[in-house]
Structure formats: C-alpha cells, structure tokens
C-alpha cells in the first residue's frame, strides 16, 4: 500500500505560479514512476507531466515551457512547479504513483485544487 498526500495548490492570478508537491508514502520501489495528473469539471482525468526516478520527463504539450516536474527520491516527494498560468490550468491536480514491478499497482492522492482568475 502506498499513500499519496498532495500540497501547494490555491488561487492564484493569471501570470501567477504555484508549487504542488506530493510526498509518498508505504511500500515504494526505487522504479516506481510518478505523475501529475489534472481534471477540469466535466472533463476526462488527463496526464499533466510524469518523472521516472532516473529523470525521464514527458509533458503534455498545453504545459510545455510553463510547467517543471521534478522529483526527490531520497524524500519520496514530487513537485511541479507551475509558472504563467492561465484560466485554463484550473483543475483539481492529482498525484499518482505506478509500479513497473508485479504486482503492478496504480495509487492517487486526493488532489489539490488550483484555481486560477483572469
């Protein structure tokens, strides 16, 4: 079991920033891969950036050059700092942690919301 408890998010203005962070707990492999995901009302659950513990980054495009994950293994912790949002960044952030090993499992924490005003 692995625990996922998420920090940072608020109300913030366009052009603002913000770090979210994500600190895992339990039973963590040293290959476990970990995300950011968010979810706007109505809308699907989509991928925000994800971090393997060696480094490897990927990026959804809408978040290119504004956004940076970055992660601490030693802290179990992941972070994503935010910078230039925009309206259309509002969401509920979600954290998420997976195995590569078998059993392969997926976690969540319970989200942070991020609101930002125009």
């Known amino acids: 079991q692995v625990q996922l408890v998420e920090s940072g998010g608020g109300l913030v203005q366009a052009g603002g920033s913000l770090r979210l962070s994500c600190v895992a707990s339990g039973n963590i492999n040293d290959d476990d891969v970990m995300g950011w995901y968010r979810q706007a009302p109505g809308k699907q659950r989509d991928l925000v950036a994800a971090?393997?513990?060696?480094?490897?980054?990927n990026y959804r495009d809408a978040v290119k050059g504004r956004f940076t994950i970055s992660r601490d293994n030693a802290k179990n912790t992941m972070y994503l700092e935010m910078n230039s949002l925009k309206p259309e960044d509002t969401a509920i952030y979600y954290c998420?942690?997976?195995?590569?090993?078998?059993?392969?499992?997926?976690?969540w924490g319970q989200g942070t919301q991020v609101t930002v005003s125009s």
């Open positions: 998420k942690l997976w195995t590569l090993r078998v059993p392969q499992n997926t976690y």
């Open positions: 971090i393997t513990a060696a480094g490897s980054i």
